[in-house]
């Protein structure tokens, strides 16, 4: 069964950095998107950045643009969120999410409901 596994969590300071993976297995044919979502308690969960197939399609919250990077290797079914100038706000649980059945367009790639894989999350302090 299809598995995803964050890791990379943990305290940081503010204006520091923090680099999370995302590890994918279990599956066969395409990891059409992958994205990386986070949530306080309390809060909706809200979408942070998201990858496609081809490596160049990438989408990022207002929040985060200009401070976080997501990439993947496909070869090693792996997501990874470089996360820069963190600050106080960027608290949260952070969770990669994938769809393995279809294409998303752009303008979906970061709303919640179009991901049916999810990863159990990892805790980010930013203080």
């Known amino acids: 069964h299809v598995q995803l596994v964050e890791s990379g969590g943990g305290s940081v300071q503010a204006g520091g950095s923090q680099r999370l993976s995302c590890a994918a297995s279990g599956y066969d044919g395409t990891m059409y998107c992958v994205a990386w979502f986070r949530q306080v308690p309390g809060k909706q969960r809200e979408g942070v950045a998201a990858i496609r197939t081809d490596l160049v399609s990438t989408c990022y919250a207002d929040s985060v643009e200009g401070r976080f990077t997501i990439s993947r290797d496909n070869d090693k079914n792996a997501v990874y969120l470089q996360m820069n100038s963190l600050k106080p706000d960027d608290t949260a649980t952070y969770y990669c999410?994938?769809?393995?059945?279809?294409?998303?367009?752009?303008?979906?790639?970061?709303?919640?409901?179009?991901?049916?894989?999810w990863g159990r999350g990892t805790q980010v302090t930013v203080s």
């Open positions: 999410a994938a769809v393995f059945t279809r294409h998303l367009p752009l303008n979906r790639v970061l709303v919640s409901s179009e991901y049916n894989f």
